[in-house]
């Protein structure tokens, strides 16, 4: 069986292996986990023909450098804004290349955006835990972190599986810096001014911020006696606040239960653009109804839908993403 093997040269905090994430297992504890950017993830592999949700790794902001051992494949890149260096050129993080053996691939942040994608024409080997090729990395369980020192294996790669060149990166798929959420559910639980305090404030996202959630820094939102609610489930885009009065947008790692509070919940078609946020970016919110976030979740689903059945060839651009 033909494969192409890498070294792992490098790899920062977080990068691991991602897939569409395992649905339907929260009243089990389990939480889905998949890639912060779905969008992105999506776009890397179609971008080969592969199936959206097909394992790939996810990048953070610590980096990934890969040495090609052996055989040749097609790969993509897709996601915030990095830089993409191989075989002594540089690129924009919306790319497709082919790495044969003794070649290098760096990825490593530019201007903007915090995760991207890596796709491989090929099947990724991979640990797998309820079905799922997803890492939850607080516990490393699914297709797992990637160690500096350590090898990815990819069975019958496909060195030509589509054009080499840049892809367009779509203006929907940069980070949002004014997101919609829906009141609730606990609102009611806070004192009178604590939701007009979140919706005018300028809120910055801060240093503690990973797959499990974004601590945003702004005025404090007056709890009231909000923390004596029993512990409800919560999902990815809830916005949970402390007994400090401090919100924290919860992420794909999510806990499926807490006790404290959720003053809003950010609609899922944001949150992909939210997560490409870096550190010390800043973020408004918009309240909107349950049925205008429905009605903005259908055009979204639809629009991402179109962009990507027709993602191939004949929408490659002549430039890619930000360098």
Same mark, same amino acid.
């Given at each position: 069986m033909a494969e192409a093997r890498f070294r792992i040269a490098f790899a920062g905090p977080h990068v691991a292996v991602q897939d569409g994430g395992r649905p339907g297992l929260m009243r089990f504890g389990v939480t889905r986990s998949g890639p912060m950017d779905r969008l992105a993830h999506a776009a890397a592999n179609r971008a080969l023909g592969r199936p959206a949700d097909a394992p790939a790794v996810e990048v953070s902001l610590g980096g990934l450098t890969l040495d090609c051992l052996a055989g040749a494949v097609t790969v993509a890149v897709a996601g915030g804004g990095f830089v993409v260096a191989h075989d002594g050129r540089r690129h924009g993080s919306w790319v497709v290349l082919r790495l044969? %053996?003794?070649?290098?691939?760096? $990825?490593?942040?530019?201007h903007w955006g915090s995760w991207c994608y890596l796709a491989f024409a090929g099947t990724l080997a991979h640990a797998s835990w309820l079905g799922s090729a997803a890492t939850h990395t607080m516990s490393g369980r699914g297709g797992g972190l990637l160690s500096t020192g350590g090898e990815l294996v990819v069975t019958d790669p496909d060195p030509a599986a589509a054009p080499h060149g840049p892809l367009r990166c779509p203006v929907f798929a940069r980070p949002l810096a004014r997101a919609a959420v829906v009141p609730g559910p606990q609102d009611h639980e806070f004192l009178p001014d604590a939701l007009p305090t979140l919706l005018? =404030?300028?809120?910055r996202v801060s240093s503690a911020y990973d797959r499990m959630g974004m601590r945003l820094e702004g005025p404090p939102l007056a709890l009231g006696d909000a923390l004596s609610i029993p512990s409800q489930a919560i999902v990815a885009g809830s916005l949970q606040v402390s007994g400090d009065g401090v919100p924290t947008l919860l992420m794909r790692d999510h806990q499926t239960t807490g006790g404290y509070p959720k003053i809003a919940t950010v609609l899922g078609c944001d949150l992909d653009r939210v997560a490409q946020l870096r550190p010390r970016d #800043?973020?408004?919110? %918009? =309240? $909107? #109804?349950?049925?205008? %976030?429905?009605?903005r979740a259908r055009a979204a689903a639809s629009l991402r839908s179109a962009w990507l059945d027709r993602l191939g060839a004949e929408d490659r651009a002549g430039t890619g993403a930000d360098r």
């Amino acid at each position: 069986m033909a494969e192409a093997r890498f070294r792992i040269a490098f790899a920062g905090p977080h990068v691991a292996v991602q897939d569409g994430g395992r649905p339907g297992l929260m009243r089990f504890g389990v939480t889905r986990s998949g890639p912060m950017d779905r969008l992105a993830h999506a776009a890397a592999n179609r971008a080969l023909g592969r199936p959206a949700d097909a394992p790939a790794v996810e990048v953070s902001l610590g980096g990934l450098t890969l040495d090609c051992l052996a055989g040749a494949v097609t790969v993509a890149v897709a996601g915030g804004g990095f830089v993409v260096a191989h075989d002594g050129r540089r690129h924009g993080s919306w790319v497709v290349l082919r790495l044969s %053996a003794g070649e290098r691939l760096q $990825v490593r942040p530019g201007h903007w955006g915090s995760w991207c994608y890596l796709a491989f024409a090929g099947t990724l080997a991979h640990a797998s835990w309820l079905g799922s090729a997803a890492t939850h990395t607080m516990s490393g369980r699914g297709g797992g972190l990637l160690s500096t020192g350590g090898e990815l294996v990819v069975t019958d790669p496909d060195p030509a599986a589509a054009p080499h060149g840049p892809l367009r990166c779509p203006v929907f798929a940069r980070p949002l810096a004014r997101a919609a959420v829906v009141p609730g559910p606990q609102d009611h639980e806070f004192l009178p001014d604590a939701l007009p305090t979140l919706l005018g =404030a300028e809120w910055r996202v801060s240093s503690a911020y990973d797959r499990m959630g974004m601590r945003l820094e702004g005025p404090p939102l007056a709890l009231g006696d909000a923390l004596s609610i029993p512990s409800q489930a919560i999902v990815a885009g809830s916005l949970q606040v402390s007994g400090d009065g401090v919100p924290t947008l919860l992420m794909r790692d999510h806990q499926t239960t807490g006790g404290y509070p959720k003053i809003a919940t950010v609609l899922g078609c944001d949150l992909d653009r939210v997560a490409q946020l870096r550190p010390r970016d #800043t973020l408004r919110l %918009a =309240a $909107v #109804t349950p049925d205008e %976030a429905i009605r903005r979740a259908r055009a979204a689903a639809s629009l991402r839908s179109a962009w990507l059945d027709r993602l191939g060839a004949e929408d490659r651009a002549g430039t890619g993403a930000d360098r």
